[in-house]
């Protein structure tokens, strides 16, 4: 009789807790973070729209969780070094590491970033609604995955997208953007009335502009590849040649000064009616429709990229961002750590994200219509993104070497100094050298990228 | 009790003197002779901060070695060699005239002497952002300011013919009042008889000059002139501001190299030989400049 009452009241609980469901079981953030009230977390961002939205929402975070949350907001060339200085003296400051998908191999070998596994398989810092799935599979991989093993949750998801102005496209007599890399040059021309307006406007400034997005973009596009399977580098080659020939006959369709363009005066141009077209990060779309930064919000058009006529095919520029955790933080910082990014990359935030101008890497945000009307570049960006290439840039150590490389001698090529042909077999050399080093060639190194 | 009764020679005069010595000594051990050293022993090393994997083996005179042979190494080294030539003579010629007239009683003289020491005040980051506004081929003001004189604008950064030109003007801008100043110091301190005798024998403005203001000026001119040799051989912060060494490699200064190698590849052996080298190379020119240029008055 006892154990019958035992059971009822048992039964009764458990009934009472299905019932109000949530209230009674569920994770909450606010239970979760109890443990790391008070806790300082810092987190490092490149100077980008994307970045400062998430630096605006982060103060409720602040409130919900009792963590305190300090920002260093810094030039994306800037970051890699204070990262990597860092992790060299295991000081552990920067809790959140923005890892460009560009550096995962690198921090990872560095043992900078904590492995996923450790705060996925802990079921108080794990929101069930995390759902790793509704992430993009290659933003997930190419910018969080090394190894087999997740290294932090993909941010902005990065795609080139091409910008231009309608009306100025409408008065050279074009009612839609350039199809083929052909059609962009020729367009680029006709557009082209110096001083007063000019065709184009490319980041080629010396340094992961020129290598990333124009450099390896065309060449790319034109059917080339940086290595091969055995990771011998593949610059020297017709489709190089035909590449880099064809990006330094572009310059005379961009503005003065255009060779030390990078990002900022490339959106500028556009947006202050300078240049007719753009080929930029689908990241930097917010400022071209904000009416304080940008005189054509009206006439902004927006596309996927031009195709190469030879293969037909739209490659375009793949890259990213994700946040980590610094291995070398304390355990309560790590922990509180990934309860910010978990938080800021969460199926609730993205939209608030989107509006404060993000690009998540989530999925869901793409399909809601609401957000589709302040970001009329959503579904170019979803139609991109399975197109881009995910070894445009490898992912290893001695990438950013390999930039080096390619930007000083495709930008000494670019304004001049020597000719395509010149710049490419420099690169190749030098890139075999940087290979040669690492011990690719011998079995030292892994080929991994 | 050594205070008051040692002599000089006094033992515990003497240990005193050394502990009050000792902290001095320890800071500046400290700051500035390990990591000198530091970098000696690095620069026998491979050491690239951002692969440990592959340690830090003792390579000899190897990142020398491979630093003489690298041609991308001598090309910095003659950019940088170009921007101490179009730098130097211009600062020094001009820092030099300007004092000659700043040290006369000419109207306005004390505010002139303020706005040309400004640009000295100026930290070189914000001296960059600066002039990398001011040079903006569509917006700056210098291309405003040519254009109502009808000239066309200049490509004053992404130039390969002129981006060198357009950041030695600005180190020009910068250095030339420190020049100024010095010099100005120096031709106030010259006695005025020597100038009333020479304008009684009836010298000449540029005999003055020659024979009485230049001689004066020379020692601390040598010193100013070891003083900017460094500097121009390490001028980094306002060059990377503006154009990061480019556009190509047209203003890739050698510091900017030892940066680059540094910073962004973490080639840390390979950097520290050629910052090694470049201090040999500072210490070398100083005794030439000394032994050319330096006389007693």
């Known amino acids: 009789m006892r154990h019958k009452k035992v ?8 009934l009472i807790g299905i019932a109000t469901g949530s209230s009674l079981f569920a994770w909450t953030l606010q239970d979760a973070a109890k443990p790391y009230s008070g806790v300082t977390i810092k987190a490092t961002g490149w100077a980008r729209p994307d970045v400062w939205a998430l630096q605006k929402m982060s103060p ?13 907001i810094m030039p994306w060339i800037e970051s890699r070094p204070k990262e990597l200085l860092d992790f060299a003296s295991k000081a552990g400051e920067y809790t959140i590491v923005t890892t460009d998908l560009i550096w995962l191999g690198e921090f990872v070998g560095m043992g900078g970033l904590v492995p996923f596994d450790k705060f996925l398989g802990n079921s108080n810092l794990v929101d069930p609604n995390l759902d790793l799935d509704d992430f993009f599979a290659k933003n997930l991989e190419g910018y969080s995955t090394w190894g087999g093993k997740l290294y932090g949750l993909p941010g ?4 080139h997208l091409l910008y231009y102005n309608k009306e100025m496209l409408r008065q050279a007599g074009y009612t839609r953007p350039p199809d083929t890399w052909s059609q962009f040059k020729k367009m680029a021309a006709k557009l082209t009335n110096s001083p007063k307006q000019y065709g184009i406007a490319l980041q080629v400034r010396r340094d992961e502009h020129m290598t990333c997005d124009w450099a390896l973009n065309l060449h790319w596009a034109f059917g080339g590849q940086l290595l091969d399977e055995k990771f011998y580098p593949q610059m020297l080659t017709p489709e190089g040649i035909e590449a880099l020939t064809y990006l330094t006959s572009l310059r005379q369709y961009g503005p003065l000064g255009v060779a030390a363009f990078g990002h900022d005066e490339t959106v500028m141009a556009l947006a202050q009616s300078t240049v007719g077209m753009i080929e930029e990060w689908s990241s930097f779309c917010p400022p071209l429709l904000d009416p304080e930064q940008s005189l054509i919000v009206d006439d902004l058009g927006i596309s996927i990229v031009p195709k190469s006529i030879k293969s037909g095919k739209r490659i375009p520029v793949f890259g990213g961002w994700s946040w980590g955790v610094n291995a070398y933080a304390s355990e309560k910082e790590q922990d509180a750590t990934y309860l910010f990014i978990q938080w800021a990359f969460s199926k609730e935030m993205a939209p608030a994200w989107v509006k404060l101008g993000g690009t998540p890497s989530r999925k869901f945000v793409y399909e809601i219509e609401e957000l589709k009307k302040i970001a009329p570049y959503f579904d170019i960006l979803v139609k991109s993104l399975p197109l881009a290439n995910p070894i445009h840039r490898p992912r290893f150590a001695e990438y950013p070497a390999i930039s080096d490389v390619i930007a000083i001698n495709a930008s000494d090529a670019f304004i001049g100094k020597i000719t395509p042909e010149e710049a490419l077999r420099r690169m190749n050399v030098e890139i075999y050298g940087i290979m040669s080093e690492a011990g690719y060639y011998t079995g030292k190194k892994e080929l991994v990228q | 009790m050594g205070f008051r009764s040692g002599s000089p020679s006094h033992p515990s005069r003497v240990n005193v003197g050394i502990l009050l010595l000792l902290p001095t000594v320890l800071i500046l051990l400290f700051i500035g002779i390990f990591p000198l050293l530091f970098a000696v022993y690095t620069s026998f090393h491979t050491y690239y901060l951002n692969r440990p994997e592959l340690g830090q083996p003792f390579v000899g005179f190897n990142n020398y070695l491979t630093t003489f042979a690298n041609p991308f ?4 080294l003659g950019v940088t060699g170009k921007f101490m030539l179009l730098t130097l003579p ?3 010629l001009l820092g030099i005239l300007v004092a000659v007239i700043m040290s006369k009683n000419i109207l306005g003289g004390q505010v002139i002497r303020v706005l040309l020491i400004t640009p000295l005040t100026v930290t070189p980051v914000v001296i960059g952002l600066i002039w990398r506004l001011m040079y903006n081929p569509q917006f700056g003001v210098i291309n405003f300011f040519l254009g109502s004189f009808g000239i066309l604008p200049i490509d004053w950064l992404g130039g390969a013919q002129v981006s060198l030109y357009s950041v030695a003007i600005v180190d020009i801008w910068q250095w030339m009042p420190f020049i100024m100043l010095i010099c100005l110091a120096n031709i106030l301190a010259i006695p005025t008889e020597y100038f009333e005798a020479a ?4 010298a000449s403005k540029w005999a003055i000059f020659r024979y009485i203001t230049l001689p004066f000026l020379a020692p601390g001119l040598v010193a100013v002139l070891i003083i900017r040799t460094a500097d121009v051989i390490r001028t980094f912060d306002m060059v990377y501001i503006i154009t990061r060494g480019g556009p190509g490699t047209t203003t890739e200064l050698v510091s900017l190299y030892v940066y680059r190698l540094g910073f962004k590849i973490f080639d840390l052996g390979h950097a520290c030989a050629i910052s090694i080298l470049l201090l040999f190379a500072t210490i070398v020119i100083s ?3 000394l032994r050319l240029f330096y006389r007693e008055i």
Not at chain 2, 73 to 76: D, G, L, N, V
Not at chain 2, 199 to 202: A, C, L, Q
């Open chain 2, 90 to 92: 211009a600062e020094f």
């Open chain 1, 7 to 14: 059971l009822i009241v048992l039964v009764g609980v458990l």
């Open chain 2, 199 to 202: 304008v009684i024998d009836g």
């Open chain 1, 156 to 159: 902005s998801a990065y795609v």
């Open chain 1, 60 to 72: 409720k975070f602040e409130k919900l969780t009792g963590i305190k949350v300090e920002w260093e």
């Open chain 2, 73 to 76: 190494f001598w090309k910095t």
């Open chain 2, 287 to 289: 005794q030439v400049y």
